[in-house]
C-alpha cells in the first residue's frame, strides 16, 4: 500500500480513534493512552519527506566589501538567517514554549490533553476554534507549506483545514520527536516561524522590530515577538495592529507566569514597559544599496550579472536567482569601498549626474581579475528621468560592463593595442618601422561613407601631419599613428587583431559587430581604430592580461563566497589562463610606457598624447588614450603591475552626442588620481623589460597560446 493510501486510511480511522481516546482520556492516565493509539499513527523516520529530514529553510544572502563586513546589501525572498539555539536568549526560548505550546517539554510530538480539548470546544460550538497543534506539528506544517522542492499544490495542501493534514502532521511530528531532541526541534521551529513584517525566523525579526540580535531581547521584547507568530499578518506593530501585539505580549507573560517560569511582579512590570520599537529593514536587491552608497549600485548590478551566469548555481537564471536569494550565501566581494569613493569623486568631478555625458570607470587588478571599482556619473536607481533622458541622472542600465541594452562605446586608438600584440605574436619586434604617410590606401573594404572611405576602400588619416615619416611601434603606440596600424594590420591579417581582441575579453555585444567579427573579419581594418563598442570594464580586463605578463583573468566581483553551512564555493575561484607569451605581453608595455609620458626600457618612446600622467602618478605607468570619429567618446586607460583603470566618456542616449576632444585632458587626470589613491600604500614596482629578440629582431611565426 502506498503512502498516500495508508494516509487516507490513517484519515478514516481518526475520527473513530480520537473519539475513543476522548473517552479512554476520562478514565485513564494520558501516558496509558498514548500508548493505546497514537504510537500507531507514526511514520518511520526514514519515510519522513527530505524536506523534513534536512530542512531546506531560506535564508538571505549576504553581500559584503571586500573587507568581509560591510554591508552591500542582501538578495531574498523572505527575510530570514539561521541561528543556533545557543544564540537565543533564554526568555525568547521561553516565551515562544509558553506561547505556543506550554507542554512542549511533556509531549512526544502530540499533546494528548490539547487534542482532547480542542475536540471537544470544537464539537460543542461546531466551529475550529481550537486547532491543538503541538509546536513539533506546527514545524511540520511550516515546513511543508513553504518548502520550494514542492508543487504549489503539495504546499497548499500543508496549510489545509482538513482531517488528513492533521493526521499527516501527527504521524510526522511522532516521527521527528524520535530522532530529534527538543532543543534541535525548538532551534528549528524558531528559524522558520514567520513573525510579520516579512521577517522569518528569530533572528531576522528581532533585527526587524529591535535592531539587535536574538541573543540581547529583554523579556518584554521577547514576549511581544512570541505573541506575534498566531496572527503575524494583523498584530504585526509596524505595519498592522499596534494594540492587538500588545494584548498577545499580556498573553505569553500570563502565560509564562503559569508555567513557573516567571513571577507576577516581573510580569507585571513588563506589561507596562512601552513598545520601544526600533525598527530596521534589511536591504534587499541592489536598489536597495544604501543612499550614502548609491553608486555602489552599479557594482552590485554587475555582480547579480556575474552570479547568473555560473552554471554552479542553476542550470538557468532563474534557478540562479532562486539558489542566490534562498541559500543563505556569505558573499565577500572585491568592491574596495576607499577605491569606489574616490573612483566615484573622480568622475562627479569631470560630469555631474544630471550632465548628458557619462564617465564609466573600472577599476581592475591584473593577475586576478578582481573588480575594485564600478563608477559612473549617475544615481543607481529606478526613479523617472525627464523625457528623452533614458540614463540620467537615474538609470539602473549597466553603464560600466555592459548588458541587457548597453553593448558600450567606441573606444577609438585603444584598440591598437590589439594589433600590436597580433604583431609581436606573429614575430614582428618593436622595432618593425614604416613610413606612415599622412594617409593610407588599404585594400579593406568599406562600405560606409565618410572620410575614411576611398573609392570603396578605408583609407584612414593620421590625426596630424607631424606624424608622418618613419615610425616603429614604440612611437606609433605613442603617438597614436593611425597609417601605421592600418598597415601592421594589412600586414597581420585583421582577422588576427579581431581574434586577439576577442582572447582578451572583449566581449562584441553589439549585433553588427559580432556578426562582422563572425563573417568577416579578415576584412574589418577599421577595427583596429576602435570602432567596435566595448566598455570600460572589458578595456580594463583586456590590457590587465598585459601588466600581468600574458595572465588574462575573466573580470570577477567576489574574493569568496561561502554557503549557509560556511562551506566555501568553488565559483568564487579567479579564472585565469596564459594567454599571450610573457615576452610579447612585455613587449607590448614597454610601447605602452610612450603614450603617458613615460619612458621605454631601450628609451625608444618619442612623444605621447597623455604625457603628464607619468609625472602625476610619480611610479612607472604604460597606457593608451583614444578617440572616436569627429570625437564622439574619448578613452582613457592606465596601467601599472598592479592595477588598472579604464574611463570612457560618452552619451549612453545619444551616441552622436560628441563629448568633444577637451575632455581627454581631464579624464587622464581623472584616472592618474584613481590610480595614485588607489596605489597609494603599495610598494613602487616596474615593468619587465622585453627580450632584445621581441624588441628589435624578427623572431618568425609565433604561436599564441
Known sequence: MTRTHLERAFTVLFAGLLAGLVLAAAALPAALVFGLGFSALAA???????????????????????????????????????????????VMRQAIVAAEDARFHEHN???????????????????????????????VRNVLS???????????????????????????????????????????YLNIA????????????????????????????????????RSPHTDDPINGDADAALQRRAYVLDRLVESGQLAPDDAARAKVEPMLLRP?????????????????????????????AQPAFGG???????????????IVTSLDPAVQRATAEQVRRVY?????????????????????????????????????????????NQLVAGGGTISGYQAGSTFKLFAMLAALESGLPLRTEFDAPTRILTHFPMDVDGPANCDGYWCPRNASAGMSGPQDMWTAFGQSVNTYFAWLTERVGADRVVEMAQRLGIVLRAPGDARIASEDARNWGSFTLGVAATTPLDLAGAYAAVAAEGTWCRPTPVLAITDAAGRPVAAAEPDCRQALDADVARAAADAARCPVGDQSMYNACRGGTATRLRGQLGRPVAGKTGSSERYETETVVAFTPQLVVAAMAANPDDPRDAVGFQVQSQIVESVGEVLAFALRDSPVRDFVPPGEATAFRFTGERTGN
Open 109 to 139: 510530538g502530540v499533546d494528548l490533553r490539547g487534542i482532547v480539548r480542542a475536540f471537544t470546544v470544537n464539537q460543542r460550538d461546531g466551529t475550529t476554534r481550537q486547532g491543538a497543534s503541538t509546536l513539533t506539528m506546527q514545524y
Open 44 to 90: 518511520p523516520y526514514s519515510e519522513l519527506p527530505n524536506t523534513l529530514r534536512t530542512p531546506p529553510t531560506a535564508q538571505r544572502s549576504n553581500l559584503y566589501a571586500n573587507d568581509g563586513t560591510t554591508l552591500i546589501t542582501s538578495f531574498y525572498q523572505e527575510d530570514r538567517v539561521e541561528v543556533p539555539l545557543g544564540e537565543v536568549a533564554e
Open 194 to 229: 514567520y513573525f510579520g513584517a516579512g521577517a522569518y525566523g528569530v533572528a531576522a525579526a528581532s533585527e526587524r522590530y529591535f535592531s539587535k540580535t536574538p541573543a540581547r531581547l529583554t523579556l518584554a521584547e521577547a514576549a511581544l515577538l512570541a505573541g506575534l507568530v
Open 146 to 188: 513553504t518548502d520550494p522542492r514542492l508543487t504549489e499544490a503539495q504546499r497548499a495542501a500543508a496549510s489545509e483545514v482538513s482531517t488528513a493534514r492533521k493526521v499527516r502532521e501527527i504521524r510526522y511530528a511522532l516521527a521527528l520527536e524520535r530522532e530529534l531532541s527538543k532543543d534541535e526541534i525548538l532551534a528549528r
Open 280 to 308: 530596521s529593514e534589511t536591504p534587499n536587491d541592489c536598489t536597495a544599496v544604501p543612499e550614502g552608497r548609491n553608486d555602489w549600485g552599479f557594482f552590485c548590478d554587475w555582480f547579480t550579472r556575474w552570479w547568473n
Open 316 to 330: 538557468s537564471v532563474d534557478e540562479r536567482q532562486r539558489t542566490l536569494r534562498r541559500g543563505g550565501f556569505s
Open 352 to 396: 555631474p549626474a544630471d550632465h548628458p555625458h557619462a564617465l564609466p570607470t573600472a577599476v581592475v587588478q591584473p593577475g586576478t581579475g578582481r573588480v575594485l571599482a564600478l563608477a559612473v556619473n549617475r544615481v543607481y536607481g529606478v526613479a523617472a528621468n525627464p523625457p528623452g533622458q533614458q540614463n540620467h541622472p537615474n538609470t539602473v
